[in-house]
């Protein structure tokens, strides 16, 4: 009896795994039935062609996700990580669990709304589209989220640890930088890049921030474009040329994703192997 | 055992607080100096927060508070204006659970009490490493894989290595708190030869609850029960002739 019950949920972990990875393997079969073929090495090279003309590339949508994401990465993950350093480090001040709740709050606005602040603070204000009010809402979105993984990393670090440093003479800051947070550096990336896939993904922040381009641009005070705009753009559109097109930016924008963890994993991989 | 000399180590009237809970209750006793002192007594009789407050680490827990002076040769440690990071380099601990840092190879976790202290050039450091490895009876075991992760060594091992991390900081005191609770009595037998070994260069505290280990190692023993002191006195005389009714029914095994 015993057995058979074990079997029973084995198997019910079973179907909820096959549940769980069908839609997902769906989704990439899709992606690469439909965009695969119409993927070159132009493809990422080269600006979009006018409509009618054969070739062309989403280089601007490809520019214009790394130039934005990059520049909320690198304004907003060092305060998001800040700050979630802080909540785990003083977890019953006052200042933290105001922040944690804010941050809570922020993780479950739609991202539109965020999009539609930075709209009204950023774009109404200067009267310009640009490709920083995108960022602004892109890194928006992101702080609260790695705040909070972040956070969560650190408590998972034995208290032995801390206790370990500061009983050798580390002051405070030096145990939570040299051992706690190293402790759990693999844990923070893999957050913070939970955080970069999703915000690469976000096309409702930057529909009336970035706004989107027709045209290769690096200028950050300028409409930009961005490979979930450009895929809203194909896919909406009425050419059948576009929704090929669509599918392939589609499947880039998931490369990208890809291409981007797997760096990430690469970089913070342990010197001692798994066990380390 | 007269001690004439002043103590290294003594604590006047230290009482150690969890909030409004006191787990040591005014306990005047002195260590002297290079000399293993145990301190022994049932599960939750104050004698783990009694040692954490002899390097300022009670004060690390929440709630965790203290009156009542802790003199490190003759100076208070927790007179104002006291530099809590420097003092602890000069009283080390090593816990009950091995705590090897787990980014860390082995040669770094030795080397770590010395990335904080003064300055020291590399090869003084490779050497110190190897002095405190070998004190620790860990060099033969270890020298050949010094860069590999802490965490592939054996408990046991592990245990020596933040011995060994300890004394590489080279402290005053070490305070252990139960080092050979997690260890097979392979292992065990190990550390207690290392702590005669080290009671030349170090004066040491050790908690344990294991009543033969107090016995064959230490100098002097002290009797903790729900928070006091109950006894203290040479080793010989307290597993011998203990004065007190309380001692002598914890260790002829009564209770406890």
């Known amino acids: ?276 | 055992m007269a001690e004439t000399s002043p103590p290294r180590l003594a604590t006047d009237k230290l009482t150690a607080m969890y909030g409004k809970f006191s787990a040591v209750k005014g306990v005047t006793v002195a260590f002297a100096s290079n000399r293993v002192h145990a301190l022994i007594g049932p599960s939750g009789c104050g004698k783990s927060t009694f040692l954490r407050t002899l390097n300022r680490m009670h004060e690390v827990t929440p709630g965790g508070w203290i009156a009542g002076k802790v003199l490190l040769d003759g100076e208070d440690i927790y007179a104002s204006g006291v530099n809590v990071v420097g003092l602890r380099r000069r009283i080390g601990m090593v816990f009950q659970k091995p705590t090897p840092f787990p980014t860390m190879s082995i040669r770094e976790n030795v080397a770590a009490g010395l990335k904080v202290g003064p300055r020291l050039p590399k090869p003084e450091i490779e050497e110190i490493v190897e002095q405190a490895l070998r004190q620790a009876a860990l060099w033969d075991e270890v020298k050949d894989r010094l860069h590999t992760s802490a965490l592939g060594l054996s408990g046991g091992q592990q245990q020596r290595l933040c011995i060994a991390r300890t004394i590489a900081a080279r402290p005053e005191v070490i305070l252990l708190d139960e080092p050979t609770s997690a260890l097979d009595p392979m292992a065990t037998q190990k550390i207690e030869e290392l702590l005669l070994e080290l009671k030349r260069d170090f004066t040491i505290v050790i908690v344990t609850h294991n009543l033969q280990q107090a016995a064959r190692s230490s100098d002097s023993t002290t009797f903790f029960y729900l928070g006091e002191m109950i006894e203290h006195g040479p080793t010989s005389q307290i597993f011998t002739s203990p004065k007190d009714p309380q001692t002598e029914a914890y260790i002829t095994g009564r209770f406890g």
């Open chain 1, 1 to 276: 009896m015993r057995r058979v019950r074990s079997r029973i949920m084995v198997g019910l972990c079973l179907v909820a795994l096959v549940c769980a990875v069908v839609p997902l393997l769906l989704i990439l079969g899709t992606l690469l039935a439909k965009g695969a073929s119409s993927i070159s090495f132009d493809f990422f090279t080269k600006a979009p062609a006018t409509l009618g003309e054969p070739g062309g590339g989403v280089l601007h949508g490809l520019l214009g996700t790394l130039v934005m994401v990059g520049l909320a990465c690198l304004a907003c993950l060092p305060i998001g990580v800040g700050a979630g350093i802080y909540c785990s480090e003083y977890p019953a001040s006052r200042l933290a669990t105001a922040t944690r709740f804010i941050a809570d709050v922020m993780n479950g606005t739609p991202s539109i709304v965020v999009g539609v602040f930075a709209y009204a603070w950023l774009v109404a204000r200067t009267g310009q589209f640009s490709a920083l009010a995108g960022s602004a809402a892109l890194g928006m979105l992101m702080i609260p989220m790695v705040m909070r993984t972040t956070e969560e990393m650190i408590k998972l670090v034995p208290n032995a640890l801390r206790e370990a440093a500061l009983a050798l003479g580390y002051p405070r800051w030096r145990t939570s930088l040299t051992v706690v947070v190293r402790s759990c550096l693999p844990g923070i990336v893999t957050g913070a890049l939970l955080a970069v896939a999703r915000i690469a993904g976000e096309t409702a922040p930057l529909l009336f921030t970035a706004l989107g381009n027709q045209f290769v641009t690096t200028d950050v005070t300028q409409p930009m474009a961005a490979l979930p705009l450009v895929v809203y753009k194909y896919a909406t559109g009425p050419y059948e040329e576009w929704h090929r097109l669509g599918w392939a930016t589609a499947l880039v924008l998931i490369l990208v994703v890809l291409v981007l963890s797997v760096a990430a994993r690469l970089a913070t991989r342990s010197r001692f192997g798994t066990r380390g």
